[in-house]
């Protein structure tokens, strides 16, 4: 769960208003940038009606389910539209057009994310690739992990080979 207190200062009034079930659901990355993206939006937002069109734009934005759950919903519509009949398939389309209607997403964010999600790799600007993963919810901390294990059990070796090397006077 996602929380503003963790945000950056000078985001974190932004952060704060994404609605609470949407927050509990997102990844902490993703809640900082998207209040990053908002808090830049409405900075340069003139005033008038583009600049309320501009802060429409940033409230949807911040009322958008996590991008990683948007993709599998969109994905889930799409596969089902495939494996079914012209009824069905036209129902999933209209369940696809809707899901991206309501929902709205820094540039690029979206496209990366299924990319990552897809196995294909994905690059963003402004993220780096452990902010993208936690994003995209692809889990760091199991490699970390075993990442550790291996370099434990191959120093334990290393010392093993040293000490049957120094009794044999290698």
């Known amino acids: 769960m996602a929380s503003f207190t963790k945000t950056p200062s000078e985001h974190r009034a932004t952060a704060r208003r994404v609605p609470e079930k949407i927050r509990e659901r997102m990844p902490q990355a993703e809640l900082d940038y998207r209040a990053k993206h908002v808090d830049k939006l409405e900075a340069g937002a003139p005033h008038g009606e583009a600049g309320n069109a501009i802060r429409a734009y940033a409230a949807v934005l911040l ?56 196995g294909k790799g994905g ?24 990442r550790t294990d291996l370099e434990r059990k191959q120093a334990a070796l290393l010392e093993e080979i040293r000490a049957l090397r120094r009794r044999r006077g290698i």
């Open 63 to 118: 009322r958008s389910i996590p991008v990683a759950e948007f993709a599998e919903q969109y994905k889930h519509f799409g596969e089902v539209g495939q494996n079914a009949g012209p009824d069905v398939a036209f129902n999933m389309r209209a369940a696809q057009a809707e899901l991206t209607e309501a929902n709205a997403y820094p540039p690029g964010l979206r496209d990366a994310v299924e990319r990552r999600l897809a």
């Open 123 to 146: 690059l963003h600007t402004e993220l780096d690739d452990g902010k993208l993963d936690e994003i995209a919810g692809i889990p760091r901390e199991p490699m970390a992990k075993a």
